[in-house]
């Protein structure tokens, strides 16, 4: 069975941090591309950050120069460094984990940010 977990999320000041983490089953993480995606109330869900399995990174432009992505394959762990952030990160911010043809998320984990 393949888990996905985020975990990290909470209510920040605009211009504060937040780290985010997925862990996700031992199986599919060495060999999976990991996303960020976020839904803001009344949003579609839309693309955040991806790292694959080899390190390539890729952000939204929105959010590029202020969140970093990065894994751990030791610990089967992403992250998403959220650094200034502003009103609008606000949403639920999932995980997505791709294998093949396949894909997996989280629950959602979620970040306020006050202005």
């Known amino acids: 069975q393949v888990q996905v977990v985020e975990s990290g999320g909470g209510l920040v000041q605009a211009g504060g941090s937040l780290r985010l983490s997925c862990a996700a089953s031992?199986?599919?993480?060495?060999?999976?591309?990991m996303n960020w995606y976020r839904q803001a109330p009344g949003k579609q869900r839309e693309f955040v950050a991806q790292?694959?399995?080899?390190?390539?990174?890729k952000y939204a432009d929105s959010v590029k120069g202020r969140f970093t992505i990065s894994r751990d394959n030791a610990k089967n762990t992403m992250y998403l460094q959220m650094n200034s952030l502003k009103p609008e990160d606000t949403g639920v911010y999932y995980c997505r984990a791709g294998v093949y043809y396949s894909e997996y998320w989280g629950q959602g984990t979620q970040v306020t940010v006050s202005s």
């Open positions: 031992e199986n599919i993480f060495r060999i999976a591309a």
């Open positions: 790292i694959t399995s080899g390190g390539t990174t």
